[in-house]
């Protein structure tokens, strides 16, 4: 009963002067439904709180989240939170403060990232926006969604780099079944601002999660204990991390010479002997988001595994494209003049399921230098030996999952644009 009261105290709804030191502004309902893997890539959440009658002024205390780990991800989870103001009933307001922190989420629960911010606005509301800071090809932990149908709108958004939101209603196949973002955030109010801030109360996790990269209904198992991590803030890896999504890709087929693929869904690579040779072009990436400077630490083109119906064959690699090419229009007697130099073998990595990548760290490099026009990666057998397996990627056209490139660079400092100053007698 205990926890049903704080619940039913700090809904979006019930949002009140706070009585004690803290008042908790929370849209869900305290109960984890579902677990959603929503900060995977450049994927951002978000949610308005009102702060409804709460006292003036307001200091942010701390942000909760509700996070369950998932197999294969690394325990020390780096996460960016950032404070906005609302523009309209959502996202998309002037930044005021963002943290970067390191979470060891090990166990389904809450976590706290404290803030301590005095808000300096006379808002109804804020916005408390998060995005993973981990490389973008890295399994990042599952957010949860609490059991609430029906939920009202505008409080639940969804958006990549802190942009482009969509709102809940207009994400979600079904939004009357998906709940509320388990994001929340624990404020002082009145006099009390100016005293230490008290511990943040958090509720007791009823369920866990099922990992997946859509909301899942859960097992009914109780976990034993709630953890609530204390953070730091440790640095995260040097250089910057980004994804470009291909533009174009289609694949070829040897048995059906004369014919596009461009408009199909997916890419196939490898040989089946009704289909003779298979093979992948993906291209029409936006390079231009890398500096001039850049130099690349490591870049793999990842390709999301649909299918392999024999295994997935181990002789795949990567070639540079050496000539211009529409996916409207490149069959496969066309497209055996654009390969060129080879590059990586593909690879699976248990912190990457699902996803077969091919390192082509020196092309992107060339790219960047201007050395080598950005034509685009081809994937084809670098033999025949294994007659009867190919594997089924989705193609760019599937939301999320289509071939994308994953750069790790740094960006060299450029010379100063400022001359010294001479000073003569």
């Known amino acids: ?231 730091t803030a440790t640095p995260l890896p040097p250089g910057s991390f980004i994804e470009l999504g291909a533009g174009q890709d289609t694949y070829l087929m040897q048995n059906l010479p004369d014919t596009n693929f461009g408009q199909a869904l997916d890419l196939r690579a490898g040989y089946n002997p009704g289909t003779g040779e298979l093979q992948v072009l993906v291209g029409k990436f936006p390079t231009t988001s890398l500096p001039a400077n850049a130099t690349i630490i490591r870049a793999d083109l990842a390709l999301h595994i649909n299918e392999t119906p024999n295994g997935a064959p181990d002789n795949l690699r990567a070639y540079a494209l050496t000539g211009d090419w529409l996916e409207t229009d490149v069959t496969f007697d066309s497209g055996q003049l654009l390969w060129g130099q080879a590059y990586g073998g593909g690879e699976t990595n248990p912190q990457q399921p699902g996803w077969m990548s091919f390192d082509v760290t020196p092309l992107v490099q060339a790219w960047v230098d201007g050395v080598s026009p950005a034509y685009g990666i081809g994937i084809h057998p670098a033999d025949i030996s294994n007659r009867t397996q190919f594997v089924v990627f989705d193609a760019h056209e599937v939301a999320y999952l289509g071939p994308r490139l994953r750069i790790h660079y740094v960006q060299e400092a450029g010379p100063s644009l400022y001359l010294p100053l001479m000073v003569t007698p």
């Not at 979006?12 to 929370?26: E, F, N, T, Y």
């Not at 942009?163 to 109010?189: C, K």
């Open 1 to 231: 009963m205990a926890v049903l009261l704080m619940i039913s105290l700090f809904s979006q709804q019930h949002s009140q002067a706070a009585p004690v030191d803290s008042l908790q502004l929370a849209n869900d309902s305290g109960v984890m439904g579902q677990g959603y893997n929503g900060l995977s890539g450049s994927r951002t959440l978000a949610v308005r709180l009102d702060f409804g009658q709460a006292e003036r002024p307001i200091r942010v205390d701390s942000i909760e989240i509700y996070m369950a780990p998932q197999e294969n991800a690394s325990a020390s989870f780096p996460v960016r939170v950032r404070l906005e103001r609302p523009a309209g009933t959502g996202p998309g307001g002037e930044m005021i403060t963002s943290k970067a922190v390191r979470l060891a989420v090990t166990e389904a629960g809450w976590y706290s990232i404290p803030i301590d911010f005095i808000y300096p606005y006379n808002d109804s509301a804020l916005v408390i926006s998060l995005k993973s800071e981990d490389s973008p090809w890295s399994t990042p932990p599952l957010i949860g969604l609490d059991d609430s149908v029906s939920i009202p709108r505008y409080y639940n958004y969804y958006g990549e780099d802190f942009d482009n939101w969509v709102e809940h209603y207009a994400y979600w196949p079904d939004p009357e079944t998906i709940g509320n973002l388990m994001i929340r955030v624990t404020i002082t109010t009145g006099d009390d601002v100016n005293k230490t801030p008290t511990a943040t109360p958090t509720s007791t996790p009823t369920q866990t999660p099922v990992p997946t990269d859509t909301p899942t209904p859960l097992p009914t198992s109780t976990p034993t204990a709630t953890p609530t991590s204390t953070p």
